[in-house]
């Protein structure tokens, strides 16, 4: 979130992670706010009064709780909260208190607390569109005043008690519509709320059904995505910060065995898969007519980003869509969460391209030995970043038969984070020297990133987010470089509308799968009017995303890539 000088409860600046593929994409370099005609304000609906528990994961550690509780009184609303967070942090939370009128108008906001062994509290009292604020620090006190919007939401950093008020005016709130958030005692933002998606959190003693809003929180320094999730009484249940590596759960929803289910086929059966030293959590879709005992199998491999196995972005479940038309077209189809997501174990923070290759790898391997599949005919399809895992896996594992390549890159992972930064640029219209800068800033950071070397004059914050074993796998990632290693046939779908993987992509591919020797011929179906996330579009472009509520995976993706292997297995799916 915001971090201006000296906030009240600090956290390590992260900004937003990098992702390609069917996650927003915005490159590392690129800072900007998102600017937007503020939503009319709706009233909140009332929440349920009561106490809750929140537990506070870094990294998927457990390092902290903050109890809180929600209090309807005859003057508005009262959240208060007390807790404990552990290293990196370090916050002991004495005491928090927000009041707010009955329509969610602040009123006032007390924090007293101690952070690495100092003292500090905070008192903002709130005017309309003031807030005057003393901030105490080891007995130096000074004081702000900052303008705020009407209805402004309180939200001190490292209190997470105060996103109960963001849950409470989240639950009237619509895709595309956007709030006033004043980080106490710092700043007034704007939060875009991109998506609004129900979703079922499954554990093994309890179900609960949310919806989940996805989010941006305009800072000065760039976009900063998170989600938050509420219930049916309007309490809040979860809050992920996934640059930040953190994630808040309310205590029934805080279960390593939870997982968010957006969407569920009729013939869905959970399974877990053994891999290298931890499981999978996987998804397969069986098809309901009878006829066959042994089946063709697909295996669906996710894109960049903490993707789960039904690939939901903008509230569009991809992956659980695909499944039901391939299995409706006889294939038994397997999702699986990426390792270190929902209910798969591993861990994402050393994870590369080539790891996760394995694990595909080790989905396949799986899928082959039921009695029920085909193992001559397993094929595997890679969305987005997924392709260039599937293709990396079908390279070490002979029990692939076919490889689809969906949505995937043609470049390498560095032509293509410069080729996605320049379209950004380019439509935020900045002066030719301004974006001339932004690339070359950009090109610094992936010549470190690779090099390992040469970080001087980069901005601490943008290391720490670029410096990971995944970035630099998918900056050296080069398809013409593995491509010759493949000898499965290989299909490319794609949508004529994708900005984030232009069309170019899937031409240049099927050029380099055409140059192989001795190998089954590649073939290429474009798909118009559909655009990165498979559904159709008017432009394609990622800011159109919160506007395809109601949308659904085009037909013509499943058909396209069952038919292509009925035509070259010679087997009925």
Request: with cysteine.
């Amino acid at each position: 979130m915001l971090h201006l000088a000296r906030p009240l409860v600090a956290r390590p600046a992260s900004p937003r992670a990098i992702r390609v593929g069917a996650l927003c994409v915005h490159s590392i370099a690129v800072a900007f706010l998102l600017s937007g005609a503020a939503a009319a304000q709706t009233p909140a609906a009332e929440p349920a009064s009561g106490p809750s528990v929140l537990t506070i994961f870094f990294k998927g550690t457990n390092i902290g709780r903050e109890q809180v509780t929600l209090a309807r009184t005859s003057s508005g609303w009262t959240i208060s909260s007390t807790g404990r967070q552990g290293p990196p942090f370090d916050i002991t939370l004495n005491r928090f208190e927000a009041k707010y009128t009955p329509d969610w108008q602040p009123a006032e906001l007390h924090v007293e607390a101690l952070v690495r062994n100092e003292s500090v509290t905070l008192s903002t009292s709130f005017g309309v569109t003031t807030a005057i604020s003393e901030v105490t620090r080891n007995s130096v006190t000074n004081g702000k005043t900052d303008q705020v919007s009407a209805r402004t939401i309180a939200l001190p950093n490292g209190v997470y008690g105060a996103y109960e008020a963001l849950a409470a005016r989240l639950s009237t709130a619509e895709a595309g519509s956007e709030l006033p958030v004043y980080v106490a005692p710092n700043a007034e933002i704007r939060v875009k709320i991109r998506s609004v998606t129900p979703v079922t959190l499954e554990g093994p003693s309890a179900t609960i059904a949310t919806r989940r809003y996805d989010v941006t929180f305009q800072n000065p320094s760039g976009p900063f995505d998170a989600s938050v999730s509420i219930d049916a009484r309007h309490r809040l249940v979860r809050v992920e910060l996934p640059a930040a590596s953190l994630v808040i759960a309310r205590d029934d929803a805080s279960s390593v065995a939870m997982r968010s289910v957006t969407a569920r086929n009729p013939n869905d059966a959970d399974v877990t898969i053994p891999a290298n030293g931890f499981n999978i959590a996987a998804t397969l879709t069986s098809p309901s007519a009878p006829g066959r005992l042994r089946h063709p199998a697909l295996v669906l491999v996710g894109g960049s980003g903490p993707t789960d196995r039904d690939e939901t972005v903008a509230g569009i479940p991809i992956f659980a869509e695909l499944a039901r038309a391939l299995a409706d077209a006889g294939y038994i189809v397997v999702r699986y969460d990426k390792r270190g997501v929902g209910q798969s174990g591993g861990r994402i923070e050393s994870a590369t391209i080539g790891d996760y290759a394995d694990d595909a790898v080790a989905v396949v391997k799986w899928i082959a030995s039921r009695r029920d599949v085909d193992r001559r005919h397993v094929a595997v399809a890679g969305h987005s970043e997924g392709g260039a895992v599937a293709l990396l896996a079908a390279q070490r594992e002979k029990k692939i038969a076919a490889v689809t390549l969906v949505a995937a890159p043609g470049s390498t992972g560095a032509d293509l984070i410069l080729e996605q930064q320049r379209h950004v640029l380019d439509r935020m219209g900045l002066p030719d020297d301004q974006k001339q800068q932004k690339i070359e800033l950009q090109k610094k950071i992936q010549t470190a990133v690779v090099a390992g070397t040469g970080w001087e004059n980069v901005p601490p914050e943008l290391r720490k987010q670029a410096d990971t074993p995944w970035f630099r796998s998918l900056l050296l990632f080069d398809p013409a470089a593995t491509l010759p290693k493949v000898k499965q046939p290989i299909l490319i779908v794609q949508g004529d509308l994708d900005t984030q993987v232009p069309p170019a992509h899937a031409d240049r591919l099927a050029q380099l799968a055409r140059a192989r020797k001795n190998t089954p011929p590649a073939e290429v179906v474009h798909i118009p009017g559909v655009n990165h996330l498979l559904v159709p579009a008017t432009t394609g472009e990622v800011a159109e995303y919160t506007q395809l509520s109601g949308k659904t995976v085009s037909p013509q993706v499943a058909e396209a890539i069952a038919a292509w292997l009925r035509k070259i297995w010679g087997v009925i799916g």
